[in-house]
């Protein structure tokens, strides 16, 4: 069975602070991979997508970078933290070769800037 | 640009009535549209997708409404529940980038009983 998880579960960092979070999938080789980013009782964003290692598709910019560092893996991070970045953020993976049909998401992290 | 726009941003219905949940959507390329539902504190799970090619996708008590022409489709919840009490986001992809799923705002259905 596949099993994802994200890391922290929640930060509060200062703003302009570093930010880094995780994303590990395991049961499933070479994934799709995203990230999405929700507003408190907002709608779902799409930040990044990754179709294989090493490789990064950015979808909006919002000052926050990803990188896929092993076929399981994902990160999402930024050097200085935005009032604006709080949020929830969430990883999901699909299919290889099924695009953003069906995402199974992890259970989140919740990021909480002051 | 807003590619999915839904509606209604709330709705409450009595426990054995039909939800029913809109939205639309701008790109005239994309060619999968699915529903999601995600109960408070939870992550968004998907419920029931369709495309393009049937315009009436059924599972269960959840059905799909496709309108290719006027580019709309709704997801109408029959036989409402207080377990179906969530946030439901439609959402839409295809078109040049099928790894792109851009979601709607939700709808907060809650169902009294």
């Known amino acids: 069975a596949q099993t994802i998880h994200q890391w922290p579960v929640a930060e509060i960092k200062a703003v302009g602070s570093p930010l880094s979070l995780g994303c590990t999938i395991k049961?499933?080789?070479?994934?799709?991979l995203y990230w999405y980013w929700q507003a408190t009782g907002g709608t779902l964003q799409q930040l990044f997508y990754?179709?294989?290692?090493g490789q990064v598709e950015s979808v909006v910019q919002l000052n926050l970078s990803a990188s896929r560092p092993k076929d399981d893996q994902f990160i999402l991070s930024t050097e200085k933290l935005l009032l604006s970045h709080s949020g929830f953020y969430l990883c999901?993976?699909?299919?290889w070769g099924g695009g953003a049909e069906t995402l199974y998401f992890g259970s989140g992290t919740r990021l909480t800037v002051l | 640009q807003q590619q999915v726009r839904q509606s209604p941003q709330s709705l409450t219905v009595w426990e054995g009535e039909t939800a029913i949940l809109n939205c639309s959507y701008e790109?005239?390329?994309?060619?999968?549209f699915p529903w999601y539902h995600q109960f408070p504190g939870e992550s968004p799970a998907l419920l029931i997708a369709i495309r393009p090619v049937s315009n009436k996708k059924e599972d269960g008590r959840f059905t799909i409404f496709f309108n290719k022409r006027e580019k709309k489709f709704s997801l109408h919840i029959a036989d409402s529940q207080p377990g179906d009490s969530a946030t439901y986001f439609c959402a839409a992809s295809g078109g040049s980038n099928y790894n792109v799923l851009y979601f709607g705002s939700g709808t907060k259905l809650t169902v009294e009983p």
């Open positions: 999901a993976w699909s299919l």
């Open positions: 990754s179709i294989t290692v």
């Open positions: 049961g499933k080789s070479s994934p799709n």
């Open positions: 790109d005239s390329t994309f060619d999968y």
